[in-house]
């Protein structure tokens, strides 16, 4: 395809391949971590790892979404379903991730008798329709995802006031990846999990489409960590590796841009006056595996707050440690590798997840087992 097939070009992978090789000095190790779900999908998928040298190393970051989010966040959703009654709306991985008591939203919506009512959507505009369309019931939309999906969530509660709708409202669960990144830099609160050496980062591509390249400076000039925003295709990753290399020889911690086909330093502007409208700084957030961070998350402001779930309904957030044999909170911190769990790809799989991690495309536990050569060794005779 157009745009595409020049970024999965086999023979100037190999010429990546050569330059990286040659660009990393042998008596020095390399790790960087992508902070981008998409980014270690690719990795994955595309065998990057395997073209880089012994002494590169990729360490996967809390990139994924739906990975990030708390148990207690997925009970606050059943519970909205299941005690309140109302039809409650979501993407497709959250439903598939495990919660308390051996449920999911998906084995909520099969155990369902009452009135409440699970239902996947493509897009908040889908639940915004059913709120529509059912102005007899409570519709809530499970709002998820980075500084990418936040915009359209802004959007679908504006139109919610401009139609009047009394019968929609938002659970918001939208994070923010700077914070993230600080907290895998310096927060006591995540030592349980193991810490990380760290020679540079390979910056979100979508994520930076919307704030640009400007936050991660701080970075770069106090932690003295050099960042390259990179696109999603292989090709893309390689680039930023060696862009990273080249730093980190130099002794050198800038941000460097080598999506600028898509990313500029002041991202998309118009995106975030609607984000700075509707959402406001949360005081504090728990992301599973790095704990609670300091305005690391996103909540609906007072002039919206008609349709924030939390303040209509009455549910709090109330933390559940992860399943004991679960390794998720160490590999989101790039403390631990998908295989160095003892129940990766043997009692937790794609198909049987016991944590997050393996439950999306994105998930760094889901990208190995399928791509890593463990899916044709779990069904090899």
Not at 273 to 302: D, K, N, T
Request: include cysteine.
């Amino acid at each position: 395809m157009k745009f595409i097939d020049e970024f999965r070009d086999r023979e100037l992978a190999r010429g990546l391949a050569a330059a990286i090789r040659q660009a990393a000095q042998p008596q020095r190790d390399y790790h960087f971590m992508e902070f981008c779900g998409g980014h270690t999908h690719a990795i994955a998928r595309y065998g990057v790892s395997d073209l880089l040298p012994a002494n590169v190393r990729m360490i996967h970051g809390p990139g994924c979404p739906v990975c990030v989010l708390p148990i207690g966040r997925i009970d606050m959703a059943i519970r909205l379903a299941m005690d309140e009654g109302v039809i409650l709306c979501s993407y497709g991985d959250p439903l598939r991730v495990p919660a308390s008591g051996g449920l999911s939203l998906l084995r909520a919506k099969a155990a369902l008798g009452g009135s409440g009512e699970i239902r996947m959507i493509y897009s908040g505009a889908d639940a915004l329709c059913l709120a529509q369309q059912n102005p007899q019931r409570q519709v809530v939309f499970f709002a998820i995802g980075f500084e990418t999906t936040t915009p359209p969530t802004a959007v679908v509660i504006r139109q919610a006031r401009a139609l009047g709708l009394k019968n929609f409202s938002v659970l918001c669960c939208h994070v923010l990846t700077p914070a993230a990144i600080a907290s895998i830099l310096e927060s006591p609160e995540v030592r349980q999990w193991g810490s990380v050496r760290l020679d540079g980062f390979i910056g979100p591509a979508h994520v930076s489409t919307i704030i640009g390249s400007r936050p991660y400076e701080f970075f770069a000039a106090e932690y003295r960590k050099p960042v390259v925003i990179a696109g999603f295709e292989p090709l893309d990753v390689m680039q930023a590796v060696l862009m990273l290399i080249a730093q980190v020889n130099a002794g050198r911690a800038v941000v460097e841009n080598e999506f600028a086909r898509a990313v500029t330093r002041e991202g998309n502007r118009k995106a975030q006056q609607l984000v700075a409208e509707v959402f406001e700084l949360r005081r504090s957030f728990a992301w599973r595996g790095l704990g609670e961070l300091p305005y690391s998350a996103l909540r609906i402001r007072r002039e919206f707050a008609d349709f924030d779930a939390e303040r209509r309904f009455p549910i709090s957030y109330q933390a559940v440690p992860d399943h004991p044999a679960c390794e998720c909170g160490a590999v989101l911190r790039g403390a631990r590798r998908p295989q160095d769990c003892r129940i990766f790809g043997s009692v937790c799989t794609p198909e049987n997840p016991v944590g997050s991690c393996m439950v999306s495309s994105e998930g760094a536990c889901a990208a190995h087992y399928s791509f890593g050569r463990f899916a044709d060794a779990a069904v090899a005779p």
